[in-house]
């Protein structure tokens, strides 16, 4: 007699490169459920980076750029590739949405037209602010076909819930989940033999507040002339070429050095022997990288997100978005004050301690099999 397995379809069609806190969510979790048959659906890049990481699932792939450039036509190109695919979906079916893109949406609200009975559950990281318009309002269409059809609805904070009962969601179809960090992992990473002074780490966009970045380490150095920040990630090429231009004409060559991707026993490692993690981000819906930069001891200086008081209660420094002179005053006392530094680092390995990803895949698993009621 056949054991009855019950089969996982995730929409990984979104992703871009490096890997954003949604992906590293939907990745820890994958990886840790074993009772679902997975079916993956996503880029080369995104079935590349799945299998890296030890995803062992069908892989329906939409495009196969080797690198992520072009966004909306890109985007395009993937939800038309899914809408193509020749699923058979059942009724012991889950379709999961790892982001609230349209590319991910949109073939979801499609299959869930078509098989009603089968459950759609959504991740929803954060709320996209009305500046960036396209992206604001790509995430308001996809906001009404989720509200209208999907049968539960995650997100990684109690204030983000609040806000999407405030837009019309059901509040009974929306769970929190928190994120989690692989703690014994990083306990065991060794220090690079480079740190630097400050150290920042995510994809390279304006939103993660990188020119912002500069602007403070260019007061770090007045005070300290010496001192090294070390950036971490990769984005798309004109971003890039515009961060260079703008470090160059900042007269900080030698004291901003660009990493770009790094492997993560390399990224952590050089996390750990450095001293600062400064994260001048304006937009984030938890922020997995302060919290992995705190389980490796260090104190993190950031702008004080809505969101922050609730997941770094301790071991950050939360400044009014904006305030640059005092952020990099910020930076400089804990560089110059070792009892302050070791008070904090202190506080932010204890706070770092509270997340794991096996409760939050152990808690994920419960809500996926009470939707399916097995």
């Given amino acids: ?62 495009t196969k750029e080797f690198e992520f450039k072009n966004v909306i036509l890109t985007y395009l190109q993937r939800t038309i590739k899914a809408f193509f695919f020749d699923f058979k979906v059942k009724k012991n079916n889950v379709l999961l949405g790892t982001s609230d893109f349209l590319s991910d949406v949109l073939p979801i609200f499609w299959l869930k037209i078509k098989n009603p009975k089968v459950k759609w559950i959504q991740h929803i990281f954060h709320l996209i602010p009305s500046l960036r318009k396209i992206s604001y309002f790509a995430q308001k ?4 076909l989720i509200k209208n059809r999907a049968d539960l609805i995650i997100v990684d904070n109690s204030l983000l819930k609040k806000e999407l009962v405030k837009l019309g969601f059901n509040k009974k179809k929306i769970e929190v989940n928190y994120p989690g960090i692989k703690l014994e992992y990083l306990k065991k990473i060794k220090p690079a033999k480079r740190g630097y002074e400050g150290i920042f780490m995510a994809q390279l966009r304006p939103s993660k507040g990188i020119f912002d970045l500069i602007k403070i380490w260019k007061l770090v150095c007045r005070e300290k002339p010496e001192a090294r920040l070390g950036v971490i990630g990769k984005g798309e090429k004109e971003i890039m070429e515009e961060i260079k231009t703008k470090v160059e004409n900042a007269g900080l060559k030698r004291n901003i050095k660009l990493l770009g991707f790094l492997e993560d026993d390399k990224a952590f490692g050089t996390i750990k022997a450095s001293q600062v993690f400064v994260f001048p981000s304006r937009e984030e819906g938890f922020g997995i990288a302060p919290l992995e930069a705190q389980a490796l001891g260090l104190p993190a200086v950031a702008w004080n997100l809505p969101v922050f008081d609730e997941v770094f209660p301790k071991g950050m420094i939360k400044l009014k978005m904006g305030q640059i002179e005092e952020f990099a005053e910020e930076v400089i006392n804990l560089l110059n004050n070792k009892n302050f530094y070791q008070k904090l680092s202190k506080e932010a390995k204890g706070n770092a301690g509270k997340y794991n990803w096996e409760k939050s895949a152990e808690r994920e698993i419960l809500l996926m099999k009470r939707i399916m009621r097995l």
Wanted: charge should be positive; proline fraction near 2%; aromatic fraction near 12%.
């Fill in 1 to 62: 007699m056949t054991s009855f397995r019950p089969k996982l379809i995730a929409f990984m069609n979104s992703y871009s490169q490096g890997k954003s806190g949604g992906d590293m969510v939907f990745i820890e979790i994958a990886k840790r459920i074993k009772s679902f048959e997975k079916v993956i659906i996503t880029s080369y890049l995104g079935k590349k980076l799945c299998q890296e990481n030890g995803i062992e699932a069908k892989y329906l792939v939409t």
């Fill in 141 to 144: 269409i996809s906001f009404l």
